[in-house]
């Protein structure tokens, strides 16, 4: 069975901090994405990681991959309150979608 | 840009109901999902289609039915509705850039949350 964990699952940070999101996976895979969520909305796409050793930067958030150790890593910088969201991370097996029970964040002034 | 599109966006049910939730997209992809979203279980995929005319079970699929009659359209049908199917549920889209290549990002729809009573 497919598991793909993320954690921590909550996470109240204060402005300016850093912080990680890790998100492990249970099968060989070599795509992996990170979707955001606001309260109420959709899932806005992130990051597309398509290799191991991939890194992708935008603003404050940085991802990487790991596919060997089956681990991907949202890494947050000096965090604002507009990065305040719930994140998701995907693993694609056989063109199918397999989400992580996301991480609430929380981002306090 | 429509992307995307789900209806109802909202619905409450009484035990029993059917009902059906349609997915539209415009962007000519051939993969289309329907998940459900639970608090503290993230996105857990109930059917998905690999293209017009095809459909395959997901994780949940008990309860639920699909069709994909037409490319851009994929339907979600509960035919008694328990209270257990009360979650957000969410449509998404992908596309194969080349043949032989595997899929793309999932696109995903504004969600129609529904409630059974």
């Known amino acids: 069975e497919l598991k793909v964990e993320q954690n921590p699952l909550f996470l109240s940070m204060q402005e300016g901090k850093n912080y990680t999101i890790y998100c492990n996976y249970s099968?060989?895979?070599?795509?992996l994405y990170w979707y955001r969520q606001d309260p109420g909305k959709s899932l806005e796409s992130l990051f597309v990681?398509?290799?191991?050793?991939a890194v992708k930067q935008e603003g404050r958030l940085m991802a990487s991959l790991d596919t060997k150790a089956r681990l991907s890593t949202l890494h947050i910088t000096a965090a604002v309150h507009d990065l305040s969201a719930t994140y998701f991370c995907?693993?694609?097996?056989?063109?199918?979608?397999?989400f992580g029970t996301g991480t609430s964040l929380t981002v306090i002034p | 840009n429509a992307g995307v599109t789900q209806t109802p966006k909202f619905r409450v049910l009484k035990t029993g109901q059917s009902m059906t939730l349609l997915c539209a997209q415009d962007?000519?992809?051939?993969?289309m999902y329907w998940y459900r979203q639970d608090p503290g279980m993230g996105l857990r995929l109930i059917h998905y289609?690999?293209?017009?005319?095809?459909?395959a079970k997901g994780e949940v699929p008990d309860g639920y039915n699909v069709s994909r009659l037409k490319k851009q359209n994929f339907l979600l049908g509960l035919e008694s509705a328990a209270p257990s199917q009360t979650s957000v549920y969410f449509c998404?889209?992908?596309?194969?850039?080349?043949?032989?290549?595997?899929?793309?990002?999932?696109?995903f729809g504004q969600g129609t949350r529904l409630t059974v009573v």
């Open positions: 998404a889209s992908s596309y194969v850039p080349l043949r032989g290549v595997k899929v793309t990002e999932a696109f």
């Open positions: 099968t060989t895979s070599d795509r």
């Open positions: 990681l398509l290799s191991n050793g």
């Open positions: 995907a693993v694609e097996i056989g063109n199918q979608f397999y």
């Open positions: 962007m000519n992809h051939e993969y």
């Open positions: 289609s690999v293209g017009e005319g095809t459909t």
